[in-house]
């Protein structure tokens, strides 16, 4: 069974290239949908991160108000590391468990921060979905609105495009429209396919 793994800087298009695999039946396992999944209202690490930041750090409603906390990480590395090491052997076990619950030919588990995290770990194979820095910002900064200098930091926080080149099995660029994404999406489908056999 093959488990692959999809990652790319900010605005790559990973989200994009995941909906194309998901019309082609793909389960889809997302990380920053289970990184929330661990700070679920209640949850024992939510009181943790209360203990650790205060009150404040929760919204009126008891959820974590996820803005605060990520300047608070933005700005100090010593805070990042705690919450990393509190959350992200959770969230990897809630990743194993979706990818154990999904019985499609091959699974995917999309991450920004595949790398990062050691998240790519528990794949078998990565894509990479590579653009250049300028379609990055340019696409983000649209799509959420938001000046480029703010993407630009983002993109500082992740790995470098190069690193990321240099650690995935496959790297598939985005340069171009969107129907010559969905093009070479379906060759990669095609090849995953035996690759899962
Ligand atoms: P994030 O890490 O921020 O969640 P992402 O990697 O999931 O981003 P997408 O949301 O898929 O990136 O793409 C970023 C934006 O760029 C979206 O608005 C998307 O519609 C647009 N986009 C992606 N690929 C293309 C393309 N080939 N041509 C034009 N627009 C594109």
Request: aromatic residues 6%; hydrophobic residues 40%.
């Amino acid at each position: 069974m093959l488990i692959l793994g999809v990652t790319g800087g900010i605005g790559s298009g990973k989200t994009v290239v995941t909906d194309i695999f998901s019309k082609l039946d793909i389960d889809i396992i997302d990380a920053d949908l289970a990184s929330r999944k661990a700070v679920f209202k209640g949850s024992s690490s939510l009181i943790k991160i209360q203990e650790k930041f205060g009150k404040d750090i929760l919204l009126k409603d008891g959820n974590l108000n996820r803005a605060k906390l990520r300047e608070i990480i933005f700005k100090d590395s010593n805070q990042k590391d705690w919450l990393e090491k509190l959350l992200h052997p959770q969230i990897l076990q809630i990743i194993k468990d979706e990818l154990e619950e999904s019985k499609s030919l091959y699974k995917i588990l999309v991450s920004p921060l595949l790398f990062e995290t050691g998240q790519y770990q528990v794949c078998d194979r990565t894509l990479l979905v590579d653009v250049s820095e300028d379609k990055q910002i340019q696409r983000t900064s649209i799509r959420d609105k938001v000046p480029s200098g703010q993407v630009k930091s983002i993109i500082k926080s992740q790995l470098s495009r190069l690193e990321k080149i240099e650690l995935a099995d496959d790297v598939v660029s985005n340069e171009g429209s969107l129907a010559d994404l969905e093009e070479k999406i379906k060759a990669l489908h095609s090849s995953y396919l035996i690759y899962a056999k």
